[in-house]
């Protein structure tokens, strides 16, 4: 089993910036890919950015130019950083790992989301 836990979310003005993290933890998993969702309210969840094991990344249109994903030094923890923020990035802000077991094959884990509010 594999838990991550998000952090960094919270309220910020149009045009401020926010910083979210998310850890990986757990036994004997290495991470294939890792990236960010979001859900506003009413809307479907929808992939923000990922980023492979390899560090090779991936963004949605919407937000390219303004958010950055990276991973840490341990590989087990990545961020996004977000700036420029808009009314319209207010959402739900959930972590996503898909992560091979040594032997056990892959498994997919979500975090709890983190709140991001823009007030515009």
């Known amino acids: 089993q594999v838990q991550l836990v998000e952090s960094g979310g919270g309220l910020v003005q149009a045009g401020g910036s926010l910083r979210l993290s998310c850890a990986a933890s757990?036994?004997?998993?290495?991470?294939?890919?890792m990236g960010w969702y979001r859900q506003a309210p009413g809307k479907q969840r929808e992939l923000v950015a990922s980023?492979?094991?390899?560090?090779?990344?991936n963004y949605a249109e919407s937000i390219k130019e303004r958010f950055t994903i990276s991973r840490g030094n341990d590989k087990n923890t990545m961020y996004l950083q977000m700036n420029s923020l808009k009314s319209e990035d207010t959402a739900v802000y959930f972590c996503?790992?898909?992560?091979?077991?040594?032997?056990?094959?892959?498994?997919?884990?979500w975090g709890q989301g983190t709140q991001v509010t823009v007030s515009s």
């Open positions: 996503q790992a898909r992560v091979s077991f040594f032997l056990s094959g892959y498994g997919d884990y």
């Open positions: 757990g036994s004997h998993f290495s991470i294939v890919l």
């Open positions: 980023i492979t094991g390899g560090g090779s990344t």
